[in-house]
């Protein structure tokens, strides 16, 4: 896993398997129609649309592991530093293969935009709330309604009025859905893959989550660098080699060089083995990519079963650590409680979440309506709520 080398083999792609970056094409295309620009190509006017959205400034108050009640120090990640780290490695990745970085770049903007608070508990919590009432909660689906319906910043239509590229990425990077399931998505080709554009983004957050959550855990002091060290073969040969290299070093510093060795590895797999894959399946164009057998971006087998190591090891002593679950409980009956509360009396919901409740019907509203907020929001509402 910690294996840094560059693959000799590794060369861009072919240039026609990326997205195009041409307003007239396809994916370029938005619901609204707008004038080309004079000096941004349509992905780039996207990313700019994403990060000056409202939805995409509450990410500095969603958490990504630690709540704020855990974080002892101001260092670890929020869903917008992940966020962040996720873009620039979406965009790494993808101009090394010489495809379109800045749909790439979009996709990482945006790929965390429908998450609630308190994190994966917080999705866990919506969901099981919604069952009773027929509905599952899904943030890829939530964050293509935040795009194209719950931002209001133009004058002239609702929504970002994202490029088609952009939004069949959101909810493509990392599930496929149905068509006879989710009829409601027919524009989005249902029955093909998404670009490699798209494909990469999930396991660009893996990489960046799996490094991060190692960091963040041990700077909190929940994940013990012995433990780490005698669980994680991939992660003691980086350290031992970083302790040869700087014998004087500081273990913080020694830790970090260890986790940038791993970053870097995940990465340069992740190239070789989408190179390998493109080749062996004699891909050459986006259309070949679409209809092949299966995803063109994955780790390869190696680096999968490592990466599996490294997923167990933080669910078992990061996620579902005593010092995390006591919050991810209170988070979990924040949410139910107060989705309880608002169900049985969406009058005490806010005017325009009331309104879209008596049209659209309850528990869609009150979903929407707590998955939008950030964590101090709803620790505000919960506040109010047991007054
Ligand atoms: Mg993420």
Redesign the pocket.
């Known amino acids: 896993m910690c294996d840094d080398r560059i693959s000799p083999e590794l060369r861009p792609l072919a240039p026609s398997i990326a997205v195009s970056d041409a307003d007239h094409d396809l994916l370029a295309q938005r619901d609204q129609p707008e004038s080309t620009h004079l000096y941004r190509t349509p992905f780039v006017r996207d990313c700019g649309r994403i990060l000056h959205a409202r939805a995409f400034r509450r990410l500095a108050g969603k958490t990504q592991v630690f709540t704020r009640n855990q974080m002892e120090n101001d260092h670890s990640r929020s869903r917008l530093t ?2 962040l780290e ?1 873009a620039q490695i979406a965009r790494t990745i993808a101009s090394a293969l010489g495809l379109n970085a800045h749909l790439a770049e979009a996709l990482a903007l945006v ?2 935009i429908g998450h609630p608070p308190f994190g994966h508990a917080g999705e866990r919590a919506l969901d099981a709330a919604l069952v009773p009432h027929g509905m599952r909660f899904d943030h890829n689906l939530h964050a293509l309604r935040i795009v194209t319906s719950f931002e209001e910043r133009h004058a002239g239509f609702r929504g970002l009025n994202l490029t088609l590229g952009v939004r069949e990425g959101i909810i493509k990077h990392s599930r496929d859905y149905s068509a006879a399931e989710h009829p409601e998505l027919s524009a989005y080709f249902l029955d093909q893959l998404p670009p490699v554009e798209a494909q990469l983004i999930d396991l660009a ?1 893996e990489i ?2 799996l490094t991060a959550d190692l960091e963040d855990g041990m700077e909190a002091g929940i994940l013990d660098l012995k433990i780490v060290r005698a669980e994680l073969a991939c992660f003691d040969r980086a350290y031992r080699s970083a302790e040869e290299k700087y014998p004087s070093a500081a273990e913080r510093l020694l830790r970090n060089d260890a986790l940038k060795t791993i970053l870097n590895s995940l990465v340069t797999d992740l190239m070789s083995e989408v190179s390998r894959r493109v080749e062996t399946n004699g891909i050459h164009t986006l259309s070949q990519v679409r209809s092949a057998r299966g995803r063109l971006a994955a780790f390869s087998a190696d680096r999968q079963e490592d990466r599996g190591t490294l997923r167990r090891f933080l669910y078992h002593y990061l996620y579902e650590s005593t010092e995390l679950e006591v919050e991810h409980k209170r988070g979990a009956e924040i949410i139910c409680t107060l989705f309880a509360h608002w169900i049985a009396d969406p009058e005490q919901l806010p005017a325009d979440h009331a309104a879209r409740a008596a049209k659209e019907g309850a528990a869609r509203a009150v979903t929407d309506y707590i998955a939008g907020m950030t964590d101090s929001y709803i620790e505000q509402a919960w506040s109010r709520f047991q007054r």
């Open positions: 992940h966020t996720v790929h965390d957050d960046a989550y």
